[in-house]
């Protein structure tokens, strides 16, 4: 029951600005976003939440949108290691049950 | 900080077999997380414990599953008897009021 729409797969150039959105047209008021990658064969890789600003980190930038209806992750300068599925997830806080839906696959080309 | 510990990181087994796999959290993280991955199904969530407590097993696909998290530090997750269609990959997860980290999970075959 994940309360999260992604486009199921996408393609990005080696170096180019990879942007992921993410629809949450449900989000409540204490929601925050989540985002999480799976390389292949790996545990999901935590890489930004907020809960209505922007956000920026070492690995991506999240924005927001103003209504907090949608999302979109940044990858600045998308390199290989990149390929991944990436999770949009919906969620109160640190202690409440992660659920994951389907992710978008991102392949990053040469 | 060594992360989630999960071992083993294969397992291979033959059906009918008791399985054990176990998870070490990180100190400090009050909720533990089992997962189950299969091509077909994705990430699903088993169960989850709360300060030792299990929350919500109501992803325990049935009764050959179980949990137990005997003290903060070690949680197990049973499976007997182990049939095929219970290969997949396991991972264990935990969290605090910062955010979640998973194991590298535990591969299970069971022939």
């Known amino acids: 029951d994940a309360k999260t729409t992604q486009p199921p797969s996408m393609d990005c150039a080696e170096g180019r600005a990879a942007n992921l959105p993410c629809n949450h047209s449900?989000?409540?008021?204490?929601?925050?976003v989540y985002w999480y990658r799976q390389i292949h064969s790996q545990g999901p890789q935590y890489i930004i939440h907020g809960l209505k600003n922007n956000e920026t980190n070492e690995m991506a930038s999240l924005i927001i949108t103003e209504d907090r209806k949608s999302s979109t992750l940044i990858l600045p300068h998308a390199t290989l290691r990149d390929t991944a599925v990436y999770y949009c997830i919906v969620l109160q806080g640190g202690s409440e049950k992660l659920v994951f839906g389907k992710g978008t696959k991102l392949t990053v080309n040469p | 900080d060594a992360g989630v510990i999960q071992s083993p990181r294969h397992e291979v087994t033959e059906m009918g077999q008791e399985v054990t796999l176990r998870c070490k959290p990180i100190?400090?993280?009050?909720?533990l997380f089992w997962y189950r991955q299969t091509m077909m199904r994705g990430l699903e969530l088993l169960i989850y414990f709360n300060n030792n407590v299990p929350i919500d097993d109501s992803g325990m696909p049935e009764d050959r599953f179980s949990a137990k998290m005997p003290n903060a530090s070690f949680s197990t997750l049973k499976i007997q008897p182990s049939e095929p269609r219970d290969s997949a990959v396991y991972f264990c997860?935990?969290?605090?009021?910062?955010?979640?980290?998973f194991g590298s999970g535990t591969r299970l075959t069971v022939v």
């Open positions: 100190s400090g993280h009050n909720s």
């Open positions: 449900t989000i409540s008021g204490n929601e925050y």
């Open positions: 997860a935990s969290s605090n009021r910062y955010g979640y980290t």
